[in-house]
């Protein structure tokens, strides 16, 4: 059973940091680099939506709303990613999911269980 395991949210104040990791387990396909893993929150009564995402090690996006306060990172020998959180802000609030797609003969994609961020201002 596929499993992304999330860790590193929590409570923290407005200004502050914090760093979330995500790490891959049991895919059915090796993971490739060129696979694409990313982060996901989804806020109280929002629909989740894409905060950043990875491609190889240096191919990444953002939304207009982390960036230049978030950092997506990831190692392709650990298959983990992971998100620096910094100068947070009340509106970050919410749910975060990491997910990984992968195209093969078909497309699979994968999401964590969720970890829990809540900024408080």
């Known amino acids: 059973q596929v499993q992304l395991v999330e860790s590193g949210g929590g409570l923290v104040q407005a200004r502050g940091s914090l760093r979330l990791s995500c790490r891959a387990r049991?895919?059915?396909?090796?993971?490739?680099?060129?696979?694409?893993m990313a982060w996901y929150r989804q806020a109280p009564g929002k629909q989740r939506e894409l905060v950043a995402s990875?491609?190889?090690?240096?191919?990444?996006t953002y939304s207009d709303a982390v960036k230049g306060r978030f950092t997506i990172s990831r190692d392709n020998v650990r298959d983990t990613v992971s998100l620096e959180m910094k100068d947070l802000k009340p509106e970050d609030t919410g749910v975060y999911y990491c997910?990984?797609?992968?195209?093969?003969?078909?497309?699979?994609?994968?999401w964590g269980q969720g970890t829990q961020v809540t900024v408080s201002s």
């Open positions: 997910n990984l797609v992968q195209v093969r003969a078909s497309r699979y994609e994968y």
């Open positions: 990875i491609v190889n090690s240096d191919s990444t």
């Open positions: 049991q895919t059915p396909h090796t993971i490739f680099s060129s696979d694409v």
